[in-house]
């Protein structure tokens, strides 16, 4: 599975953006799709996840600000991101668990800054 990343870019404190990742097959028989991120200096933390079967699942820090939704017949995996914060910036890659192989999508750039 390849999976493609947009959606990125610098943003003001308190804004809004939405990355997306499209995968090159049928998600249909993916487990779970979601997104990690990795800043500066930190290990990379999965921000959220979304199973076949629409569970989501979202690290506390964004609870609340992040939605993460999928599209089956588009194959597509979207994470909408509101009330953003400094301590929000990161590279955001997104992942798709297909039995028990990870597949990775390249990074996108989420800065937050005034």
């Known amino acids: 599975v390849q999976l493609q990343a947009s959606g990125g870019g610098l943003v003001q404190p308190g804004g809004s953006l939405r990355l997306s990742c499209a995968a090159s097959?049928?998600?249909?028989?993916?487990?779970?799709m979601g997104w990690y991120r990795q800043a500066p200096g930190k290990q990379r933390e999965l921000v959220a996840a979304?199973?076949?079967?629409?569970?989501?699942n979202y690290v506390d820090s964004v609870k609340g600000r992040f939605t993460i939704s999928r599209d089956n017949a588009k194959n597509t995996v979207a994470l909408q991101m509101s009330s953003l914060k400094p301590e929000d910036t990161a590279v955001y890659y997104c992942?798709?668990?297909?039995?028990?192989?990870?597949?990775w999508g390249q990074g996108t750039q989420v800065t937050v800054s005034s």
């Open positions: 992942y798709a668990q297909r039995n028990a192989v990870l597949y």
């Open positions: 097959e049928s998600i249909f028989s993916i487990v779970a």
């Open positions: 979304i199973t076949s079967g629409g569970t989501t």
